[in-house]
């Protein structure tokens, strides 16, 4: 078989986070594995491997045996099939037995005790509880002694042993039923956020001179040529090099509105083609595609966790043992002290069966992947729980100037002076490849004949000076001419100015501007709402930057910066803020502050490795008014973990409290325990469904 670095497995039925994070100790204690990691919310195990590992059957076997140590689970070698453990079935009926449990309780409450229906108590909770105790006695044996299993055993059958039998079967009862609905909670959770995952295509239609063939994507090379059917998913990026089309990119960006797409326009995979038949000429691989990072980035955005995320897990490898301790503490002490030896059994048992921390451990990276998710289906790609938690927190935004809140285009705005002016400028200007060359050539209507250009001469950063139909003329910049001792002051604005000089006389002046986008002033606007300050750093000219940050409504600007600046002035920024400073720039060029940012905004660059690597959040669709949905987002995540936490955290106390001193019943610790992970989940997935 193929030797490969990275290996995952689809651990199916894995619901239990506890588990998880025993099963990924197990696997990391491995010599062949550099570093193990267990994702609960996807249900895989991605093992980093030391060297290229040859996966044989006794590789696949031994790495079952090492998590069934742990949980008796499905385990399968990602994209292969397991007939012997195949879960993708609906999900399985509650077992019968439960049903029995239920109705003899019932009797129980009816009828009173007697011996007949006491010895029908007993036998039922064998049956029902026969997967609870087997799964403890497999924990014992490879010396799991607290796992939720086994703790719920020895509370069960502590509670037969001091004749609390129908005590016993409910709490067997309410726990497997708890239990199945919790599992079927989170299968559904899964599910749905896989079905976000699944959007991967897996086939293309190839063309080799003229024949169509269907083949797998990652066969695909680039400058191959691909067709693209009507309701057919774009497998690769590529150029369009024949027809004409409608794409749905809902999957991309969120925006439901199909996008007409014609000749040598760009396509991303993903997009889903309405109209009429395409040809793209693939412009990246498979493994560089647009949708293969975009689901890559959030597939693996669990490896980023939050710090309250990586608190509870540290949190609940000590809080069982803890607990545990303290059930045989109550025991000693009610049970001996105060000579009430049923008594303190009685309550250290309540402690046992609400000492399990499944519900914070499972409910909190839940939570965030729901917001991921919720997030990616507007077109808003999120690295992984940090960066909502530091989102959540944002005080400040820091922005680039061009590209990011204009529209990253020079565009001519006034024409003073001479009527020969846009004329000379654009003739000698056709010979350039500046922005602003090509946005004066671009407003120039008339027909250009280079020909009428002689001797010309590009200086860089001052302008060109020629001879246009026999005359020496100079178009370029105010400073250079007023330098030269030019009387320029009547030209002199704070948009950017190219001046024309034709025999040593100023014919005047043309100003040109980077235009705000449509939604920059309402992005400000909505910062400034939620109490957010707003900055720019730009190294265009301070007086271009000022009326930039004037027209938007923004708090401070810095203009005429170079790179260093740039870094110098955010690091100044960040020190003097209180809580996360962010950065939204184009990916590219702004990447040391970008990484330096406590969330790093990058704009339409998924395409960009660059973007990836140092953006904590990618807005795939370049529309910044997103920042504003992706901090909400970002808050809601926020709020709904920890509300989940404190609620989590305020039944199990109650109930310990009450359990110690004699005020609670078994049957409602384990409703504390299994009923507060199942409220838990269905409310971190309220996040996804919003």
């Known amino acids: ?83 012997e453990h195949d879960h993708d079935h609906e999900h399985a009926p509650m077992s019968r037995f439960i049903y029995l449990g239920v109705i003899l309780i019932g009797l129980r409450l009816l009828l009173g005790e007697s011996i007949w229906l006491n010895a029908l108590i007993v036998a039922a909770y064998f049956l029902v509880g026969f997967p609870v105790l087997k799964g403890a006695w497999n924990s014992i044996k490879n010396g799991n002694y607290f796992d939720e299993t086994v703790l719920m055993s020895v ?241 400040g935004v820091v922005f680039d100037k061009t590209g990011t809140l204009t529209q990253g285009k020079m565009q001519v705005t006034e024409v003073v002076g001479d009527d020969k002016i846009l004329e000379i400028a654009a003739h000698l200007e056709s010979f350039s490849n500046h922005p602003i060359g090509k946005a004066i050539v671009d407003h120039y209507d008339g027909v250009i004949e280079q020909s009428k250009v002689t001797n ?66 309402a992005l400000i606007k909505a910062l400034h709402d939620r109490n957010i300050k707003t900055v720019v750093l730009s190294g265009d000219r301070q007086e271009v930057v000022d009326e930039t940050a004037q027209k938007a409504g923004i708090d401070l600007a810095l203009g005429g910066l170079l790179p260093d600046d740039k870094v110098n002035e955010f690091t100044r920024l960040k020190n003097e803020m209180t809580g996360s400073l962010a950065y939204v720039g184009d990916g590219m060029n702004d990447a040391a502050v970008l990484g330096m940012s406590d969330v790093g905004f990058s704009m339409g660059q998924i395409g960009n490795d660059l973007a990836i690597e140092y953006s904590d959040v990618v807005l795939v669709n370049d529309q910044p008014l997103q920042i504003i949905e992706a901090i909400d987002i970002s808050k809601r995540t926020q709020k709904i973990t920890w509300m989940n936490i404190i609620f989590i955290l305020l039944i199990k106390v109650s109930v310990l409290l009450l359990g110690s001193l004699g005020m609670a019943k078994m049957w409602q610790a384990v409703i504390a325990d299994v009923g507060v992970s199942l409220l838990a989940v269905l409310n971190a997935m309220r996040i996804m469904r919003d």
């Open 1 to 83: 078989m193929e030797k490969i670095k990275e290996i995952k497995f689809d651990l199916e039925g894995l619901t239990c986070a506890d588990c998880a994070g025993k099963i990924q100790d197990e696997l990391g204690k491995r010599t062949d594995v550099k570093q193990a990691r267990v994702d609960v919310v996807l249900g895989k195990a991605i093992l980093e491997m030391n060297e290229e590992t040859d996966i044989t059957e006794d590789f696949l076997a031994d790495i079952t045996s090492t998590v069934h140590k742990i949980d008796p689970i499905g385990v399968r070698l990602e994209g292969t099939k397991n007939h």
């Open 155 to 395: 509370a069960t059958i502590g509670a037969l042993f001091i004749r609390e039998y129908s005590e016993a079967l409910g709490v067997m009862v309410f726990y497997s039923i708890g239990e199945y609905y919790q599992h079927k909670a989170v299968d559904d959770s899964r599910a749905s956020i896989k079905a976000l995952l699944d959007k991967r295509p897996e086939f293309a239609r190839r063309l080799r001179d003229g024949v169509e063939e269907v083949v797998a994507c990652e066969e695909i090379n680039v400058s191959d040529v691909i067709r693209i059917l009507p309701s057919d998913q774009v497998p690769l990026d590529g150029v369009i090099i024949k027809g004409q089309t409608s794409l749905d990119m809902s999957s991309l960006t969120g925006e439901s509105v199909p996008v007409n797409v014609d000749l040598g326009q760009e396509v991303l995979s993903g997009s889903l083609n309405v109209a009429a038949p395409i040809e793209l000429e693939v412009t990246a691989s498979y493994s560089n595609s647009t949708i293969t990072k975009m689901l890559d980035l959030i597939e693996n955005s669990s490896q980023n966790k939050a710090e309250t995320e990586i608190f509870m897990t540290k949190f609940s490898k000590v809080y069982t043992p803890i607990v545990f301790a303290l059930s045989l503490i109550i025991m000693i002490v009610v049970g001996f002290l105060s000579q009430d030896l049923y008594s303190g059994l009685y309550r250290g048992l309540v402690f046992l069966v609400i000492s399990c921390p499944c519900a914070l451990v499972l409910s909190i990276p839940l939570g965030y992947f729901a917001g991921i998710g919720r997030a990616s289906r507007s077109g808003i790609l999120i690295k992984g729980g940090e960066s909502i938690e530091a989102m959540s927190a944002i005080t």
């Open 456 to 521: 010309l001469n590009e200086v860089f950063g001052k302008g060109i000076t020629a001879q246009y139909e026999g005359k020496d003329v100079f178009v370029g910049s105010l400073k250079e001419l007023e330098a030269q001792g030019y009387d320029v002051d009547v030209y002199k604005n704070n948009k950017t100015s190219v001046v024309v000089l034709c025999d040593s006389q100023v014919l005047g002046a043309l100003y040109l501007e980077d235009e705000l986008r449509d939604d920059s002033i």
